[in-house]
């Protein structure tokens, strides 16, 4: 049965996966797989020392790794933002029965700018509603046409697009063999307003982007 993880950028992410590996060595079985690997794509960085059982399964995956990538890495970090986006504020509840109560009056007349207040309110409701839409992170793989195209240039490209709903996180290069690199970047999504997959095919893998961008793949979707 397949693990769900959420959140591994986070403290309560990290916890959760912690717990998990608590008495494993590896996420599937007693070998490495790539269930491993997705997972520690997922996860930015060394974990602290709060998580002593993601510490250990981090360091075997990176040993792991480094066998397949001899390779002298010089180390990168990144810049802005690499947690997950602020929650959008709270919709305003809905106006008490009191306050539903002044607004009507038995003994007078209704007025055309009563009827427009009244419209106001109802839409200003209908609106609030709406922003309680869910949200989904979502780690995606873009891959390029091959090791001469320009990652900077890639991940510029990528997060070109900008769309109602869509929000993009942190992101790291993963070497995938051949002096080849695909990137892995975090996104936000409001599931009412953003489709991964139209993102793919009617975004990233279209022109001008396409120069870069040779395919993409949802490597984890989680709800949040």
């Not at 590996?21 to 520690?40: E, P, R, W």
């Not at 059982?53 to 792991?64: A, D, F, N, R």
């Not at 891959?143 to 890639?154: A, F, H, I």
């Not at 009617?202 to 993409?216: A, D, F, G, H, K």
Request: charged share 30%; net charge negative; aromatic share 8%.
């Amino acid at each position: 049965m397949a693990v769900t993880f959420s959140n591994l950028y986070t403290d309560s992410g990290l916890k959760s996966l912690n717990d998990f590996l608590s008495a494993k060595t590896y996420v599937s079985g007693d070998q490495f797989t790539k269930d491993d690997i997705k997972v520690y794509a997922a996860v930015l960085e060394k974990p602290s020392d709060a998580f002593p059982s993601v510490g250990k399964w981090y360091e075997v995956v990176s040993s792991h790794l480094a066998a397949s990538f001899p390779g002298n890495a010089q180390g990168v970090r990144f810049s802005g933002k690499t947690s997950a986006p602020a929650e959008a504020a709270p919709a305003k509840p809905d106006a008490s029965p009191a306050e539903d109560a002044d607004d009507l009056d038995l003994f007078s007349d209704e007025t055309e700018e009563d009827k427009k207040a009244a419209e106001d309110r109802e839409a200003a409701k209908k609106s609030a509603k709406k922003k309680e839409s869910g949200k989904s992170s979502v780690l995606l793989d873009v891959k390029p046409w091959d090791d001469e195209t320009d990652m900077k240039k890639l991940e510029e490209a990528v997060r070109s697009v900008e769309i109602p709903g869509l929000l993009w996180g942190a992101s790291k290069l993963v070497p995938v063999g051949y002096g080849i690199k695909k990137l892995q970047i975090m996104l936000t999504i409001v599931d009412d307003l953003v489709s991964v997959d139209s993102l793919i095919e009617e975004q990233l893998t279209v022109e001008p982007i396409n120069e870069y961008v040779q395919s993409c793949d949802i490597v984890a979707f989680n709800k949040i």
